[in-house]
Antibody, heavy 121, light 108 residues
Framework: EVQLVNSGAEVKKPGESLKISCKGS????????IGWVRQMPGKGLEWMAI????????RYSPSFQGQVTISADKSINTAFLQWSSLKASDTAMYYC??????????????WGQGTMVTVSS | EIVMTQSPATLSVSPGERVTLSCRAS??????IAWYQQKPGQAPRLLIY???TRATAIPARFSGSGSGTEFTLTINSLQSEDLAVYYC??????????FGQGTKLEIK
């Protein structure tokens, strides 16, 4: 079965760092783009960034460039999303998702279950 | 950045009815649009890509159409399990591959 599994929920304080993960299985992880999507409480979906695990090529939304860093380790079939200094406004559900057609500019066909990140003092 | 605008924001319909959801792009995105369904407490699920191609295992009652800047998602013979928020997404040219704000489908 093709699936993505997001890491568990996190509760952090403002200013702390965080790295969440997304592990793929059931397919050739390196060959498909992985994207990250934010969903703030009660709100819609926001496209953040994508990465191609085979060569770690990345593309960011201007809204998230410099605010987060995405990476991938193809040896363990895992992608990462990290913050160096969290803000309360980073409180959201974060989904990873797989690109459908291995192009980068594409829909997401497989989604992880999401990681809830709560930032509160 | 391309802005995707969905209408209506909320739609209340009865089981068995036909439903049409709209999505408009601020500039042409060719046919590079997808539709997703998000049920309460769940991750989104891909329904349609390439404006009109159903994703794997998606029932035939879901169909998509349009090109350029105007797109529609049609659900024929609505079922109670279709209660969800529906999002369009464009993935034309360069990032960000923006989503619409969503249409919430309520079942009467």
């Amino acid at each position: 079965e093709v699936q993505l599994v997001n890491s568990g929920a996190e509760v952090k304080k403002p200013g702390e760092s965080l790295k969440i993960s997304c592990k793929g299985s059931g397919y050739s992880f390196a060959d498909y783009w992985i994207g990250w999507v934010r969903q703030m409480p009660g709100k819609g979906l926001e496209w953040m960034a994508i990465i191609y695990p085979a060569n770690s090529n990345t593309r960011y939304s201007p809204s998230f460039q410099g605010q987060v860093t995405i990476s991938a380790d193809k040896s363990i079939n895992t992608a990462f999303l990290q913050w160096s200094s969290l803000k309360a406004s980073d409180t959201a559900m974060y989904y990873c998702a797989r690109g459908l057609e291995r192009r980068g500019d594409e829909a997401f066909d497989i989604w992880g279950q999401g990681t809830m990140v709560t930032v509160s003092s | 950045e391309i802005v995707m605008t969905q209408s209506p924001a909320t739609l209340s319909v009865s089981p068995g009815e036909r439903v049409t959801l709209s999505c408009r792009a601020s500039q042409s995105v060719s046919s590079n649009i997808a539709w997703y369904q998000q049920k309460p407490g769940q991750a989104p699920r891909l329904l349609i890509y390439g404006a009109s191609t159903r994703a794997t295992a998606i029932p035939a009652r879901f169909s998509g159409s349009g090109s350029g800047t105007e797109f529609t998602l049609t659900i024929n013979s609505l079922q109670s399990e279709d209660l969800a928020v529906y999002y369009c997404q464009q993935y034309n040219n360069r990032p960000p591959y923006s989503f619409g704000q969503g249409t919430k489908l309520e079942i009467k």
